[in-house]
């Protein structure tokens, strides 16, 4: 970069002025290239964009061929419109004098969860309209499946200080700085910060940036939130090793390390969000392996969303580095699977781990959840640390609470047409991880009796008298049922509504 602070911040202010003056927006760039367009982009191609730009060459079409579609646009068009030099100094464009092109991928994105929106800068992706290029092992990922994952599982309260660990092009950072007071992100390589930085001053954002690997840049520091999309490939190791996906660490230690290291980085009742993979090895069940990460005072819940075995996984990241088709494919492919047999994995678990620093005794939970959820989950997942602790409560607490049945839940009455009872009945939960029981009439009368007025216990004397059953007799019956369901978040004792949010009165949690 070869200009001054002040100049780099005049030149990325003027940037996005044009950018909002031209319109260049997820919404506009959509409606401009169609739905089409906007799938073909995802399956990096650029023919279906390409086809509805023809005949444009209006400021906003000129911005997306440049920057979207990686394409050459003229001199004179780009000259109208964008400080040309400046951007040749910041090198973030080339030109021929007479054609110019990106050397770095803008892309606007909108995301309604949270409303943050703004641009993203990061490296065009290497494999486009049939190219398989190898990637770069510096290569700087643009906004990916897994990072929409992140923002969507990450706690989006108020918080005085973030940590963006891994923050490549700087996506989770921008989340992170419309609910952080403070916003660190770090990264090992020296491209990413450099690329998150033009990120941050385009969206005008104030984020301090470190360089160093894990929590070393930040060790002496300690934050309310940590979220981490680390590279959570789990590869042989290699001379040049993609740094945007592969650790130096041997199988999942990578991911490991971001779990257990959060501990001494987090504040009391911080919390820790990442996505990433793990490893089934033969002969060792994943829930205890994973629970084994779980730091001393912390309490964690991961999800499982995809396992994969490792011929599809090998083969996905093959194909991500650009190796189909090259002579050492196969070669590549043997590599990783002696690999995977050295260290007995037998299947890769993609999925998300949601960690608060409680202080209670270290715990975790582990769900295969390969269904679909009600995004963002980051509520639900938060919730499902706090019910652990009520899910342990000795039956006479139970049953003495006032149960809360979770907002959000209808019932589906099963029966054969023409038949006035139900067989069964489902209660679906329309939030969070949009979980689905099958509940008897007892079990279906208890929940819908749950609104924080009656004690359980008072509850199942009322159902059990309309069910002409003796009480004792549907406790046995229920309890068990309610417990789990308290796990699961669907019932919170005494619960209150703040800011619209749902919140549990600890001091009833405590006393009961
Ligand atoms: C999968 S990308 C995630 C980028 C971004 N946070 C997102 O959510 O899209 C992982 C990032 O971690 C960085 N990284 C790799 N090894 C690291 C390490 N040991 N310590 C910190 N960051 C690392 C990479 O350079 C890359 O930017």
């Known amino acids: 970069m070869l ?5 780099f911040r005049s030149v990325m202010d003027q940037l996005r002025a044009v950018f909002l003056e031209e319109g260049f927006s997820a919404d506009q760039v959509i409606e401009a290239i169609g739905q089409s367009g906007q799938a073909d982009l995802s399956r990096n191609h650029t023919f279906g964009a390409h086809v509805a730009l023809e005949g444009r060459d209006d400021g906003l079409a000129t911005l997306i061929r440049l920057f979207v579609l990686q394409a050459s646009v003229p001199s004179s068009l780009a000259a109208s419109l964008l400080p040309l030099q400046a951007l040749q100094r910041l090198e973030l464009v080339d030109t021929d004098g007479r054609t110019v092109r990106a050397r770095v991928d803008i892309r606007p994105f909108d995301d309604q969860t949270d409303g943050t929106d703004g641009w993203v800068v990061s490296d065009h992706a290497a494999s486009v309209d049939g190219h398989l290029d190898r990637s770069l092992p510096d290569h700087v990922l643009g906004v990916s499946p897994a990072s929409v994952s992140l923002a969507q599982i990450t706690d989006r309260r108020l918080v005085g200080s973030a940590l963006d660990l891994g923050t490549g092009s700087g996506i989770q950072a921008i989340h992170l700085a419309r609910h952080a007071g403070q916003v660190v992100a770090t990264d090992l390589s020296r491209r990413a910060l450099d690329l998150a930085s033009l990120t941050f001053a385009l969206n005008d954002l104030k984020v301090e940036l470190c360089q160093g690997s894990l929590y070393e840049p930040v060790d002496q520091r300690s934050f309310d939130l940590i979220c981490s999309n680390p590279p959570y490939v789990i590869a042989p190791p290699t001379k040049q090793r993609l740094v945007y996906r592969e650790g130096a660490f041997e199988g999942d230690g990578l991911m490991q390390a971001v779990i257990t290291g959060a501990a001494q980085r987090l504040n009391s009742g911080g919390s820790l969000h990442v996505v990433g993979n793990w490893a089934h090895c033969s002969g060792q069940d994943w829930a205890q392996r994973l629970s084994s990460w779980m730091p001393a005072g912390c309490q964690g819940f991961f999800v499982e969303r995809e396992r994969l075995d490792v011929f599809e996984y090998i083969e996905i990241w ?10 050492d494919y196969q070669e590549q492919y043997q590599r990783w699977l002696d690999y995977f047999a050295a260290l007995r994995i037998e299947a890769v678990g993609l999925g998300w781990l949601t960690m608060v620093k409680t202080g209670r005794p270290t715990r975790s939970r582990s769900q295969s959840w390969p269904f679909p959820v009600a995004q963002p989950v980051a509520d639900d997942l938060m919730a499902h640390i706090q019910a652990m602790n009520w899910s342990d409560w ?5 049953l003495a609470a006032h149960w809360t049945l979770a907002d959000n839940v209808s019932q589906e009455l099963i029966a054969p047409i023409g038949v006035a009872d ?11 991880l949009a979980r689905a029981i099958e509940a008897d009439a007892a079990l279906a009368g208890v929940l819908g009796a749950c609104d924080g007025e009656l004690s359980l216990e008072s ?4 159902v059990a008298q309309l069910l002409d059953l003796p ?4 406790t046995t019956q229920v309890l068990d049922q309610v417990r789990k369901l308290v796990a699961d978040t669907w019932l919170t004792p005494g619960v209150t509504k703040i800011d619209g949010r749902t919140g549990v009165e600890a001091e009833l949690a405590d006393t009961v």
């Open 3 to 7: 200009l001054t602070m002040s100049g």
């Open 318 to 327: 093959l194909a991500d580095a650009g190796l189909i088709g090259q002579p």
């Open 394 to 398: 000795s039956d006479e607490q139970m």
């Open 422 to 432: 139900p067989q069964a009945v489902i209660l679906r939960r329309h939030d969070g």
């Open 459 to 462: 509850i199942l004397v009322a």
């Open 471 to 474: 009480a004792a007799e549907l």
